[in-house]
């Protein structure tokens, strides 16, 4: 079993919609969950971080966290052309480095 | 503005060669860390630094070497041991050694083997 798991997708969705990514993870020690999104090409940027239950929002984003069942996910509301990139999901176990789903590609179809 | 600056952007590598592959920061950052992305996949952890002159291996070590001489750099050596390269590396650092915040990532660097 993976430590970090996405659905690769990709994911496609019509502009205007939510778009709902999910992660599962295998250490139930972890503390703290980070969204980063990578364009094609470019590195990964941070977008959402989140470190108790329940969710957490910023702007279109919303990070939610269930630790008892081991998912966090994120949706984007209002999804834009923009949005289209991968997805990764890290986890912070406690040890030495965060820990790296493989990403859900996310398409937004115009 | 503070950041990772990687270089180079793009790197060919022929057969055999050594290359070296630059990352440094200017955030104050204590902790820097390389990782390796080949397509469709994630980010696989290669080495890692926590302070100066004190580095660790990662899940993918081997064929690769690192120095952690200053705070500020931590460069990543490509050896003619690493079998299969070509990939995307990404070079990132934690504020305060910590990991609560997440990583800072510079810009990577694409290495192909020619």
């Known amino acids: 079993q993976k430590e970090v798991e996405q659905n690769s997708g990709p994911l496609s969705v019509p502009e205007g919609a939510i778009a709902s990514l999910n992660c599962t993870y295998s250490?139930?020690?972890?503390?703290?969950f980070f969204w980063y999104r990578q364009y094609s090409g470019k590195s990964p940027e941070l977008i959402m971080s989140i470190y108790s239950n329940g969710d957490k929002e910023d702007g279109r984003f919303t990070a939610q966290l269930n630790k008892a069942s081991q998912y966090v996910s994120l949706l984007i509301r209002d999804s834009q052309p923009s949005d289209s990139a991968t997805y990764l999901c890290?986890?912070?176990?406690?040890?030495?480095?965060?820990?790296f789903g493989s990403g859900t590609r996310l398409q937004v179809q115009p | 503005d503070g950041g990772i600056t990687q270089s180079p952007k793009y790197l060919f590598r022929k057969e055999g060669q050594n290359v070296t592959l630059s990352c440094e920061q200017n955030l104050n950052h204590d902790a820097m860390y390389w990782y390796r992305q080949d397509p469709g996949q994630g980010l696989r952890l290669i080495y890692y630094s926590q302070i100066v002159n004190d580095f660790q291996k990662g899940d993918i070590a081997e064929g690769y070497s690192v120095s952690r001489e200053k705070k500020e750099s931590f460069p990543l050596t490509v050896t003619s041991a690493q079998k299969n390269p070509t990939a995307f590396y990404l070079c990132?650092?934690?504020?305060?050694?910590?990991?609560?915040?997440?990583?800072?990532f510079g810009s990577g660097t694409r290495l192909t083997v020619v």
């Open positions: 890290a986890v912070n176990t406690g040890r030495r480095a965060l820990t």
């Open positions: 250490d139930r020690g972890s503390q703290s």
């Open positions: 990132a650092s934690t504020k305060e050694g910590t990991l609560d915040y997440g990583y800072t």
